[in-house]
């Protein structure tokens, strides 16, 4: 019931949520379907898969419609990983929930929580969906002395702590630098923008999501840079897996390196990169990969700046149509995603094989 439509029937194209004063959404990027969303009123509302305690309810039901998580009105944004939440409130508090295995909650710890519960510290960036993050058991967030924080799953290092793999952590433990602007992860590898426009990454090469333009297997426990280059500007969504990864940069350029197994590059082929080619089109603003598909590869959501949303990747999998085009068709090209009548989308997630966001009215 991840759609939110009372039922357990699949949708190959835009189905609207109950309610029209949404204003923001976060999905899980596994199998593990499971949907996090904020009204204007800064209430929380979760629906889908539950077996973690991933809806935050304070239980384990699968619920396929909206349902409010607790009484508070102070939520502000989200991000999902693959069977894990992390949350900000406005008072710049930040909350996790769902699986722990590797501490990935943040409690220092490896409990399971079923409702959210607050990680230490009250000075975090709460307002930016690009400075939180979860992925495969690992989480980040920054403080607003421009700090970044990293805890949970430690596998081929992908914590950047220059520790051995696998040293997992079970609370905040800063990575090096103060001058990180905002971060992701796509499966085990980390990448971090820094405010002088420079690219870093680490963790797992295994299908060259490093970008050091190098095919062999490798792993690096702290920061490599990406090129020489100093006009990046956004990373893309974290993401349980997929391999397909993907950066903006300050000319409205989107860039994606990585695995191509069903074209989840975008770049009309499927042929993997170890360094990153640039997607058609300018004006992009936004990024969102779906996680792991078929091959290997991911169903990717990017939205430019005239709010118009497009796909690319696959979705024949398991006949998921997460692409929104009434149909179950890979594409390896950006097609654009129809919004209702003059709308326009706003804040978008990707799922694995499935997609969510928000439609705006046109000004």
């Known amino acids: ?165 696998p040293t997992h952590i079970s609370s905040p433990t800063q990575l090096p630098g103060t001058n990180w602007k905002n971060a992701g992860f796509i499966g085990r590898s980390g990448f971090g923008l820094k405010t002088d426009g420079t690219l870093w990454a680490w963790g797992s090469n295994a299908e060259g999501q490093l970008g050091q333009s190098q095919t062999a297997p490798f792993n690096s426990s702290s920061p490599m840079q990406i090129g020489t280059g100093t006009d990046w500007d956004k990373f893309m969504g974290s993401t349980n897996g997929g391999g397909s990864v993907g950066a903006i940069k300050t000319d409205g350029t989107l860039w994606m390196w990585g695995k191509n197994g069903y074209g989840g590059l975008g770049v009309n082929d499927r042929t993997s990169r170890s360094s990153p080619v640039q997607v058609p089109g300018t004006t992009w603003t936004d990024v969102e990969s779906g996680g792991v598909g078929g091959a290997g590869s991911s169903n990717v959501l990017a939205r430019k700046s005239d709010g118009t949303l497009w796909g690319w990747g696959v979705q024949d999998g398991d006949q998921d149509g997460g692409l929104g085009q009434n149909n179950v068709v890979n594409y390896s090209s950006p097609v654009q995603i129809p919004a209702s009548g003059t709308q326009t989308w706003g804040v978008i997630a990707a799922g694995q094989g499935y997609g969510a966001g928000i439609q705006l009215e046109a000004s």
Request: glycine share 14%; hydrophobic share 30%.
């Open 1 to 165: 019931g991840d759609l939110a439509q009372n039922n357990v029937t699949q949708y190959s194209s835009p189905v609207q949520v109950p309610g029209n004063n949404w204003s923001r959404v976060a999905t899980l990027s596994s199998s593990y379907a499971a949907t996090f969303a904020f009204k204007t009123d800064g209430t929380a509302w979760s629906w889908g898969w539950n077996h973690k305690g991933q809806l935050g309810q304070g239980n384990y039901t699968a619920r396929s419609s909206p349902i409010q998580v607790g009484t508070d009105t102070t939520w502000s944004r989200a991000r999902g990983g693959n069977t894990i939440f992390i949350g900000t409130k406005t008072d710049s508090t930040i909350w996790t929930w769902g699986n722990n295995p590797e501490g990935g909650l943040g409690q220092n710890n490896r409990t399971y929580y079923n409702s959210p519960r607050q990680i230490p510290g009250t000075n975090w960036v709460t307002d930016d969906m690009s400075k939180i993050g979860a992925a495969e058991g690992q989480m980040f967030a920054f403080k607003t002395d421009g700090t970044m924080w990293v805890w949970g799953n430690g596998y081929n290092g992908c914590l950047g702590l220059n520790t051995p793999a």
